[in-house]
């Protein structure tokens, strides 16, 4: 309804527009017709209230009911807003070309917009289903449209600074400083960054239109739903259902009456985890639940087409194998020396155990990790990994240990897809290592010819062998005990399928195979148990940043939204007080959060039945894959605001990961060794973890993005600032007849 009130606005005001130029043009010229749209019938008071029905279009984002981002949608709706003001209140700058052209541009790109965004409602697909010509404009007009109304908007805004009676109004100086100088400013460094990322919109929406259609579905996928579709929705929510189902009736029916699963999981997950506060028995029980529900809902689909329960399919026999292949490394035996790269440096030794002790006096690490990076540095004998053998799915992560794993001459069992260029630099760092590689082949590695023929056979695809590579790893090396770490990541839904895949293979290892130990990298972005300290840590920052302007001014913005407390109260339970943490961020979407308790849950389902496992948590990490959306690396540069947070290079925290890893392995009273006791097994999460800060800080990680990419921005545009404030400084003595 909002978007058919909108689209009908702007179409009066662009037919009134239009009107008047084909009226006027031949008798005053196209820029003399341009300074006459204004007042021309049917133009002004429509074109005011259609604009200021944008405002709603913050409401929208506040409240969550699209997912535009709120500080980006305010920054539009209101430019225009200030735009519209300045073209109302100065008859001077409604009476210019540049206030025509503003308003052509603006009726010209709303117009299909408006109507692109019904057809998307309608159709339920913007991507595929809009009429191509509509889907073209949304996507095509912005790069005439956007310049030109950008240059009308300017003009209006110079004519409305310098307009005496817009200064009657709103004051002389005000107007002048905000029309002439301040939002000239703004426009001149904010235009590129508005045009680019509509740019980028562009391309991925094309991507996405003229995509090639999915290939028929393989190996492990999402069932069939009622429309014919695998959504992930139902599922998601189904094993969530039934993992509170064997404990708490009540919250597995508030789960089932959900309707917008996609904004309204979070506080389903908080609830599970409260749930599991309980005791030991329960906290078990829901992680066995879910997990059993996952194998039932998600299908298996052979290469002729049929299908079967993920459960039957890992529990059927296989006539299919893989060879196996084998490098070893040609560089001699290295230093057993702990070394992390950090800000440009190697450190290690004394060096590395200060700059430790200044990452847990600052709060951006837990004294537990600190203590086991400690441990690796006094226990040198520890990093000597000639003699262990680590399974790693997914070896060619950028979060994953192989590069650390190989520098320690370890014996690596990489699991990876079968694509040639990935093997090609696996083996090619193996060989300059002085450890081992070895992995599936769909042939004898003796019948190949050349390396290049390796490359090509080498490999196997975690979705669609994922029977054949459990089948590889249990009959592999028999009496070396492995390290199992799943390292694999994907995008959106592919990252429960890649989950799932690799806990069905950590799930028969661990069970079947004597002296299996379970390794995981979990996110800051999620929920976990936390240690009292660090609540109260959270707390004091609160007390303090809850005080300052900008803090209290976000806040107001949208309680909900922005800038929420990040400590909660504890939760009673046997062997309690818990502290509990929640890192979730909407926007990474239900399917993430999945995938991650999915290992959460096996992780301490594995442990309780004596398996050696570690699962900490690392930091918010600046890798490729979350940098290159722009929005996240913008966030990331202003999140350092809020202490004791702090971003991590993909090297740094592959070596710190690695540490705490070898420390779970080698100390005997890691929390990850089951003869530790645990009051709760979700604990096993709380100690040695290198969160980043989003422990400590004083506002939920998820409630601090927009704030962060506006402190970057205010970083950004503060040496324009000052040049304002010169030149405006210069302006005033010249008027007050001091120069």
């Known amino acids: 309804l909002y978007n058919s009130a909108c689209c009908v606005g702007w179409a009066v005001v662009l037919a009134a527009t239009v009107k008047s130029l084909v009226e006027n043009v031949p008798n005053v010229g196209f820029v003399e017709a341009l300074a006459s749209v204004y007042d021309s019938e049917g133009v002004g008071t429509v074109l005011a209230y259609t604009q200021s029905a944008a405002m709603m279009e913050i409401v929208h984002s506040a409240v969550g009911f699209v997912r535009s981002p709120l500080l980006v949608t305010a920054m539009q709706v209101m430019s225009r807003i200030v735009a519209l003001v300045g073209v109302v209140y100065s008859p001077e700058a409604k009476v210019q070309w540049g206030a025509g052209l503003m308003i052509l541009s603006w009726s010209m790109v709303e117009v299909p917009r408006y109507l692109f965004y019904v057809f998307a409602i309608l159709t339920g697909d913007a991507t595929k289903k809009t009429p191509y010509a509509l889907f073209w404009m949304r996507y095509s007009l912005f790069a005439v449209l956007y310049p030109t109304g950008i240059t009308g908007e300017m003009t209006v805004f110079m004519k409305a600074g310098n307009d005496p009676a817009f200064h009657a109004i709103f004051g002389a100086a005000p107007s002048y400083y905000l029309f002439c100088i301040i939002l000239p400013i703004i426009y001149f460094f904010g235009s590129p960054f508005m045009i680019m990322n509509m740019a980028g919109n562009r391309k991925s929406a094309f ?193 994953g240990p192989f590069l650390v794993l190989m520098a320690l001459g370890a014996n690596v069992v990489a699991v990876d897809l079968d694509r040639p260029r990935i093997w090609q630099r696996l083996i090619s760092i193996a060989k300059k290592s002085s450890g081992s590689i070895t992995f599936p082949m769909t042939k004898e590695q003796k019948t190949c010819k050349s390396e290049e023929e390796i490359y090509d056979v080498a490999g196997s695809n975690l979705f669609t062998q994922t029977p054949l590579i459990r089948d590889w790893l249990l009959n592999l090396y028999p009496s070396k005990p492995f390290t199992v770490g799943c390292y694999a990541y994907l995008d959106g839904a592919l990252h429960v399928q890649v989950s799932l895949a690799m806990d069905a293979i950590c799930k028969d290892l661990s069970e079947k195979r004597s002296g299996t130990s379970l390794a995981y990298l979990c996110t800051p972005t999620d929920l976990h148990f936390i240690p009292k300290e660090a609540n109260e840590a959270s707390e004091s920052y609160y007390k303090d940043y809850s005080k300052r302007l900008f803090c209290m001014v976000m806040h107001l913005m949208s309680p909900k939204k922005f800038l929420r407390k990040n400590a909660r109260k504890p939760i009673e339970g046997q062997g309690g007080p818990f502290y509990i943490v929640n890192g979730i961020s909407v926007a990474q979407g239900p399917n993430y959060a999945l995938a991650k308790r999915m290992q959460h849950w096996r992780a301490i389902i594995a442990r309780s039945k004596g398996c050696i496992v570690s699962s900490n948590i690392a ?79 004083a506002y939920e990680v998820d409630s601090i993005g927009e704030a962060s990419v506006l402190i970057y921005f205010s970083r950004v545009a503060l040496p324009y600032v000052g040049a304002v404030g010169v030149i405006g400084a210069a302006v005033a003595l010249k008027v007050l007849g001091y120069v």
């Open 207 to 399: 991507k996405k239109r003229f995509a090639r259609p999915p290939p028929p579905p393989r190996g492990l996928v999402w069932p069939l739903d009622e429309k014919g579709g695998r959504s992930s929705t139902g599922v998601n929510r189904g094993v969530l259902e039934g993992a509170l189902r064997s404990v708490n009736s009540e919250k597995a029916d508030k789960i089932a009456n959900t309707k917008s699963w996609r904004f309204g999981y979070v506080k389903h997950l908080v609830g599970m985890v409260e749930e599991q506060c309980k005791d030991t028995k329960t906290a078990l029980a829901i992680a066995s639940a879910g997990l059993d529900k996952a194998y039932e809902l998600f299908q298996f689909v052979a290469p002729d087409g049929t299908s079967v329960s993920f459960k039957e399919a890992m529990a059927a026999k296989n006539t299919e194998k893989f060879y196996t292949g084998f490098i070893k490394g040609e560089a001699p035996k290295g230093k057993n020396v702990l070394e992390i790269p950090y800000k440009g440096k190697n450190l290690s030794g004394q060096a590395l155990k200060d700059q430790v002790k200044k990452w847990v006096d600052y709060g951006t690490i837990e004294p537990s990790a600190g203590e086991a990076i400690t441990n690796c540095i006094d226990n040198p004998g520890w990093l000597d990994l000639s003699g262990r053998y680590f399974v790693l799915l997914g070896a060619g992560s950028a979060m």
């Open 619 to 697: 930091p918010a990490t600046s890798t490729v894959s979350v940098v290159h959306n722009r929005t996240f690396a913008w966030a990331y540069e202003g999140m350092p605001y809020f202490k004791p947070y702090e971003i991590f290079a993909p090297a740094t925290s592959n070596a710190v990961m690695s540490a705490l890893l070898l420390n779970d392995l080698n100390n005997p009273k890691s929390a990850g060794n089951p003869k530790v006791s645990l009051a709760n097994p979700n604990q096993l999460f709380q100690f040695t973890s290198f969160h980043g800060g989003t422990w400590r800080c």
